[in-house]
């Protein structure tokens, strides 16, 4: 797996690149922008990925979040409403999708509850 094996290499390098004393000054957009790219890329929790490459998580989040939004506006047209709005209409997909995991997780449990009390009977 020699592409997992370079993801390992990179971020342990860029771990070690984070952890040396810098001013807030001192990041790049480069560097912001290979963060946010291997911490999309990775699928792991933005707190998770904030941990392993020694970025403060609220740092890492707002990087994220900028970089989600240059996505959807890259040219910066959208009124800060409307910007706002995507941005808790975001955060309620990514509940209610939490919320549906949980609900489905536990509607399997009671179906195997009762498939296992029926079948006691």
């Known amino acids: 797996m020699v592409s997992g094996q370079w993801f390992f290499i990179t971020s342990d390098w860029i771990a070690n690149m984070a952890r040396k004393e810098r001013k807030a000054g001192d990041v790049t957009p480069e560097y912001r922008a290979e963060m946010v790219r291997l911490t999309l890329?990775?699928?792991?929790?933005?707190?998770?990925?904030?941990?392993?490459?020694g970025i403060d998580d609220k740092t890492l989040w707002a990087w994220v979040d900028k970089a989600r939004l240059d996505k959807i506006?890259?040219?910066?047209?959208?009124?800060?409403?409307?910007?706002?709005?995507?941005?808790?209409?975001?955060?309620?997909?990514a509940r209610?999708?939490?919320d549906l995991a949980f609900e489905k997780k536990a509607?399997?449990?009671?179906?195997?509850?009762?498939?296992?009390e029926n079948d006691s009977l």
């Open 73 to 93: 506006d890259p040219e910066g047209q959208l009124p800060v409403g409307a910007r706002k709005r995507i941005r808790e209409l975001e955060q309620q997909n």
């Open 41 to 53: 890329e990775s699928g792991k929790p933005i707190a998770v990925m904030a941990r392993e490459l």
């Open 107 to 116: 509607g399997a449990f009671f179906r195997e509850l009762d498939r296992d």
């Open 96 to 98: 209610l999708s939490r």
